[in-house]
């Protein structure tokens, strides 16, 4: 079903569909996990950046230029995923995609980012001291387990990814 899916998404965009799944997909995914990521991009920015490249300032009036550079370089990713939906996932394929969301904006600069590898400090999640998330020395394991269990699983249904998503994420990366 997954790739039945990515073989639509793929002829929509090599076909320039018009408000197409594809279409909506990059829009509404890359606004929301760059919203989750704490950008402040509107969704109505992020569809401008998708149309033409170019964004137009909202009511705070302020544009900060790494949430345009991730959400024009999560489009890209996200091509990038559908061009590889048949590749295991690895740390390297992960590591890949990191790269390709931070290039060019300040993170890809600053080594304590880590752009394209592990962790190298603790998350710290606004200023809830209630969550705890996987201490750096631990990520490389925890991670490797995670994408064991990831790639033996048959994930044939959207079902199938939202239960990774949401229980093993959840309980493999957050202790409270």
């Given at each position: 079903m997954?790739?039945?899916?990515?073989k639509i998404l793929i002829n929509q965009r090599?076909?320039?569909?018009?408000?197409?799944?594809?279409?909506?997909?990059q829009i509404i995914f890359s606004f929301n996990s760059n919203r989750i990521e704490g950008s402040t991009l509107?969704?109505?920015q992020t569809q401008q950046v998708f149309d033409t490249?170019?964004?137009?300032?909202?009511?705070?009036g302020l544009i900060v230029v790494d949430d345009v550079l991730e959400t024009?370089?999560?489009?890209r990713m996200?091509?990038?995923?559908?061009?590889?939906?048949?590749?295991?996932?690895t740390s390297e394929y992960l590591f890949k995609l990191?790269?390709?969301?931070?290039?060019?904006?300040?993170?890809?600069?600053?080594?304590?980012?880590?752009?394209g590898g592990f962790k190298q400090f603790p998350n710290q999640i606004g200023s809830i001291e209630a969550v705890q998330t996987t201490l750096p020395a631990e990520?490389?394991?925890?991670?490797?387990?995670?994408?064991?269990?990831?790639?033996?699983?048959?994930?044939?249904?959207?079902?199938?990814?939202?239960?990774?998503?949401?229980?093993?994420?959840?309980?493999?990366f957050v202790n409270f």
């Open positions: 997954v790739k039945d899916i990515a090599e076909n320039k569909v018009s408000a197409s799944l594809y279409y909506w997909v509107s969704e109505k490249g170019t964004i137009f300032a909202d009511e705070n024009s370089n999560h489009f996200f091509d990038y995923v559908l061009d590889t939906i048949d590749v295991d996932l990191h790269t390709m969301l931070k290039r060019g904006t300040k993170s890809e600069l600053d080594s304590k980012m880590n752009v990520v490389p394991h925890a991670i490797q387990s995670l994408l064991e269990k990831w790639n033996a699983d048959p994930h044939s249904n959207l079902l199938d990814f939202a239960k990774f998503h949401m229980v093993r994420v959840f309980n493999n």
